[in-house]
């Protein structure tokens, strides 16, 4: 872990320079072919935060006063305040700790997914003197950046405060242990490899801390044990 935030610091620097973004300012629009670039580097590093984050849940104690219906430690009414509303907040966007599970198709249906559509290209290239000569394609349109700029701001806001995010975690594992409902998803990370683990674009360093950081996030939170019955 020691090695893990310094390296997710600089992989950060390195797609805000990729970009030419600022504290204050980003692109609007840019290449498709810089975005897929920078998807390559923000999608592992966004990976091995969130198991860095899921490991440090588990290790944050949560007060014994916590009220389990929303999450957070019994106040006085001396104590209680009244918040100033925070506009930039909701609008702003936040790192996602939960990964989207992806499931392959033949689990919940008998029949296999379809297979594969090829591109269709341009064609054999026959030149013929009774047609004009065939122009070079066009090069794809620019994408709008708004979308990867909001999540590379997002990162940099959970690499400089990653305990908050960590004991909001910690407190949903509590508030879960305690409810009576019946048991959900608890643990952020997805089964199967870590997102880029199989890219050879991903820095190996990045690649072997994801290697052994994410086995450990993978297994789920440690369980309490459970109270024994006592017979009258």
């Not at 320079?17 to 204050?24: K, R, V, Y």
């Not at 940099?156 to 407190?171: F, S, T």
């Not at 509590?174 to 997102?195: K, T, Y």
């Amino acid at each position: 872990m020691a090695r893990a935030w310094p390296l997710l610091r600089q992989m950060v620097q390195v797609m805000t320079g990729m970009l030419g973004m600022d504290e204050d300012t980003a692109p609007e629009r840019i290449s498709h072919a810089l975005r897929i670039a920078v998807l390559r580097l923000l999608r592992p590093a966004e990976a091995l935060t969130r198991r860095l984050i899921v490991l440090m849940a588990w290790e944050v104690e949560v007060p014994k006063d916590l009220n389990p219906v929303c999450g957070k430690a019994t106040q006085s009414a001396d104590q209680k305040r009244d918040p100033a509303p925070d506009k930039d907040r909701t609008a702003r966007p936040h790192f996602t700790l939960f990964e989207p599970l992806r499931m392959p198709r033949s689990i919940f249906l008998d029949t296999p997914a379809p297979a594969r559509l090829k591109p269709v290209g341009p064609g054999p290239r026959i030149l013929s003197f009774d047609r004009p000569y065939p122009v070079s394609p066009a090069p794809a349109p620019d994408t709008n950046a708004a979308s990867l700029t909001g999540r590379i701001r997002a990162l940099q806001r959970a690499l400089a405060a990653p305990e908050k995010i960590a004991r909001r975690h910690a407190i949903f594992l509590e508030r879960d242990r305690r409810s009576n409902r019946l048991p959900g998803r608890v643990n952020p990370i997805r089964p199967g490899p870590p997102p880029g683990m199989r890219s050879r674009h991903t820095p190996p360093d990045l690649k072997e801390l994801l290697q052994f950081i994410g086995y450990e996030a993978r297994q789920g939170p440690p369980r309490c044990p459970p109270v024994p019955d006592t017979l009258s």
